[in-house]
């Protein structure tokens, strides 16, 4: 097993290029630096922390494995990558939830060898599931948590560069007061952040909901 990682020609839609990495688990998320190398992130296996974020840095072509990085969270349980971007200096910016604590959202130099910065958010339930870059080099984190009101909602935090200061944050129960969760986030024009997931209205069962926030 592991992960299978292929590249294909955007026009005519024939692979390219792949590999198989035995070292990893489940592969969820991948990016493509200005240097052109492909970061893929997911997780991996460990007997003593059952699973870990997992990230590795392939050449152009998929045929080096450059770097590589494992985190294992403080309640060494699951721990679970969701998506990633990389920044136009190189740095790669994860973010994710370590079972227990709630999510993490970390920025790593762009070789993997150093973190560079970090920040949780310490509520047991609460994910990370998409991050997205702004135009000041911080990033906006949308994921879900458990607010009290409904079994699940979305929340939406704008971090500054440094991970170090939350410049704004908005949370979004549904009329339902069901399980609503956002999937991705991206940046627009004009600094609009896009926010698109689910939620379970009064007498629904699932309806897809997209939001424009200003930045």
């Known amino acids: 097993g592991g992960w299978a990682v ?94 227990g604590p709630g999510w993490r959202i970390t920025r790593y130099s762009p070789t993997l060898s150093a973190v560079v910065a970090t920040a949780s958010y310490p509520t047991p339930g609460v994910w990370a599931r998409g991050v997205a870059l702004d135009a000041c080099g911080g990033c906006y984190v949308a994921g879900e948590e458990n607010s009290g009101v409904s079994s699940a909602d979305w929340r939406i935090r704008r971090y ?30 004009n600094g609009r952040v896009f926010v698109v997931g689910t939620d379970y209205a009064a007498g629904t069962w699932q309806n897809i909901r997209i939001h424009k926030y200003d930045g």
Do not use: C, K
């Not at 390219?16 to 970061?39: E, K, R």
């Not at 699973?51 to 494992?70: A, E, K, Y």
């Open 6 to 99: 292929r590249r294909y020609d955007f026009a005519t839609g024939a692979a390219m290029t792949s590999t198989v990495y035995a070292g990893g688990y489940l592969a969820d998320a991948i990016a493509v630096g200005a240097d052109g190398a492909i970061v893929v992130a997911g997780e991996s296996w460990n007997p003593g922390s059952i699973n870990d974020w997992h990230l590795v840095r392939f050449d152009q072509t998929l045929g080096i494995s450059l770097s590589s990085r494992t985190y294992n969270g403080p309640g060494n349980n699951v721990d679970h990558i969701m998506d990633i971007e990389v920044a136009p200096g190189g740095t790669i910016l994860v973010g994710g939830y370590e079972m």
């Open 160 to 189: 500054n560069a440094a991970l170090s200061t939350i410049l704004a944050s908005t949370l979004f129960t549904s009329p339902g007061a069901g399980n609503d969760t956002p999937y991705d986030v991206i940046t627009g024009i």
